[in-house]
Nanobody
Framework: QVQLVESGGGLVQAGGSLRLSCAAS????????MGWYRQAPGKQRELVAH???????NYADSVKGRFTISRDNARDTVYLQMNSLKPEDTAVYYC??????????????WGQGTQVTVSS
Protein backbone atom coordinates (compact mmCIF):
# COMPACT_ATOMS: atom_id res chain seq x y z
CA GLN A 1 0.00 0.00 0.00
CA VAL A 2 1.43 3.33 -1.07
CA GLN A 3 1.42 6.11 1.48
CA LEU A 4 3.08 9.39 2.31
CA VAL A 5 4.23 9.75 5.90
CA GLU A 6 4.82 13.26 7.22
CA SER A 7 6.67 14.47 10.28
CA GLY A 8 8.08 17.64 11.77
CA GLY A 9 5.12 19.85 12.59
CA GLY A 10 4.64 21.55 15.92
CA LEU A 11 4.36 24.79 17.85
CA VAL A 12 6.91 27.54 17.34
CA GLN A 13 7.18 31.24 18.13
CA ALA A 14 7.09 33.83 15.40
CA GLY A 15 10.52 34.14 13.79
CA GLY A 16 11.35 30.54 14.52
CA SER A 17 11.99 27.60 12.21
CA LEU A 18 10.59 24.16 11.54
CA ARG A 19 11.49 21.42 9.10
CA LEU A 20 8.85 19.13 7.65
CA SER A 21 9.62 15.74 6.11
CA CYS A 22 7.52 13.47 3.94
CA ALA A 23 8.55 9.99 2.84
CA ALA A 24 6.83 7.86 0.23
CA SER A 25 6.55 4.18 1.05
CA UNK A 26 5.07 1.10 -0.56
CA UNK A 27 5.37 -0.36 -4.04
CA UNK A 28 5.84 2.10 -6.88
CA UNK A 29 8.20 2.58 -9.78
CA UNK A 30 9.17 6.21 -9.35
CA UNK A 31 8.26 9.38 -7.51
CA UNK A 32 7.64 12.42 -9.70
CA UNK A 33 6.80 15.90 -8.51
CA MET A 34 6.57 16.30 -4.73
CA GLY A 35 5.19 19.26 -2.90
CA TRP A 36 3.60 20.83 0.13
CA TYR A 37 0.18 22.40 0.50
CA ARG A 38 -1.44 23.97 3.53
CA GLN A 39 -4.91 24.66 4.77
CA ALA A 40 -5.73 27.18 7.46
CA PRO A 41 -9.07 27.11 9.30
CA GLY A 42 -11.85 28.43 7.11
CA LYS A 43 -9.61 28.69 4.06
CA GLN A 44 -9.00 26.61 0.97
CA ARG A 45 -6.00 24.37 0.62
CA GLU A 46 -3.20 26.24 -1.15
CA LEU A 47 0.10 25.36 -2.72
CA VAL A 48 3.15 26.20 -0.62
CA ALA A 49 5.89 24.80 -2.85
CA HIS A 50 6.58 21.98 -5.22
CA UNK A 51 9.68 20.41 -6.67
CA UNK A 52 9.99 18.27 -9.76
CA UNK A 53 12.23 15.26 -9.93
CA UNK A 54 14.64 17.21 -12.13
CA UNK A 55 14.86 20.04 -9.60
CA UNK A 56 12.48 22.75 -10.80
CA UNK A 57 10.75 24.59 -7.98
CA ASN A 58 7.68 26.73 -7.57
CA TYR A 59 6.83 28.69 -4.40
CA ALA A 60 3.81 30.63 -3.23
CA ASP A 61 4.62 34.34 -3.11
CA SER A 62 3.86 34.42 0.60
CA VAL A 63 6.71 32.03 1.44
CA LYS A 64 9.38 33.04 -1.07
CA GLY A 65 12.67 33.80 0.64
CA ARG A 66 11.57 32.09 3.87
CA PHE A 67 10.78 28.48 2.90
CA THR A 68 12.97 26.05 0.99
CA ILE A 69 11.82 22.80 -0.54
CA SER A 70 14.27 19.99 -1.21
CA ARG A 71 14.20 16.28 -1.85
CA ASP A 72 16.27 13.14 -1.57
CA ASN A 73 15.39 10.94 -4.54
CA ALA A 74 17.27 7.97 -3.09
CA ARG A 75 14.98 8.08 -0.05
CA ASP A 76 11.83 9.19 -1.90
CA THR A 77 11.58 12.01 0.61
CA VAL A 78 10.72 15.68 0.34
CA TYR A 79 11.55 18.34 2.92
CA LEU A 80 10.26 21.81 3.68
CA GLN A 81 12.57 24.07 5.65
CA MET A 82 10.51 26.91 7.08
CA ASN A 83 12.34 29.92 8.48
CA SER A 84 11.15 33.30 9.78
CA LEU A 85 7.77 31.80 10.52
CA LYS A 86 4.78 34.10 10.91
CA PRO A 87 1.44 33.55 12.67
CA GLU A 88 -0.22 33.54 9.25
CA ASP A 89 1.78 30.40 8.41
CA THR A 90 -0.34 28.52 10.92
CA ALA A 91 -2.11 25.69 9.10
CA VAL A 92 -2.23 21.97 8.52
CA TYR A 93 0.51 21.16 6.04
CA TYR A 94 -0.06 18.33 3.57
CA CYS A 95 2.49 16.51 1.50
CA UNK A 96 1.57 15.67 -2.09
CA UNK A 97 3.38 13.44 -4.55
CA UNK A 98 2.88 12.00 -8.00
CA UNK A 99 3.81 8.34 -7.96
CA UNK A 100 4.25 6.18 -11.02
CA UNK A 101 3.32 2.51 -10.70
CA UNK A 102 4.94 -0.39 -12.54
CA UNK A 103 2.45 0.00 -15.38
CA UNK A 104 3.78 3.55 -15.80
CA UNK A 105 0.57 5.20 -14.63
CA UNK A 106 0.80 8.39 -12.58
CA UNK A 107 -1.39 8.97 -9.57
CA UNK A 108 -1.40 11.72 -6.96
CA UNK A 109 -1.21 10.92 -3.26
CA TRP A 110 -1.70 12.99 -0.12
CA GLY A 111 -0.17 12.69 3.30
CA GLN A 112 -2.25 12.74 6.46
CA GLY A 113 -1.31 16.31 7.31
CA THR A 114 0.80 17.81 10.06
CA GLN A 115 -0.14 20.81 12.18
CA VAL A 116 2.09 23.86 12.22
CA THR A 117 1.21 26.54 14.75
CA VAL A 118 3.10 29.83 14.97
CA SER A 119 2.47 31.92 18.05
CA SER A 120 2.87 35.70 18.07
Amino acid sequence: QVQLVESGGGLVQAGGSLRLSCAASGKFFRVGTMGWYRQAPGKQRELVAHLTRSGSTNYADSVKGRFTISRDNARDTVYLQMNSLKPEDTAVYYCNADLMDYELRDRGYWGQGTQVTVSS
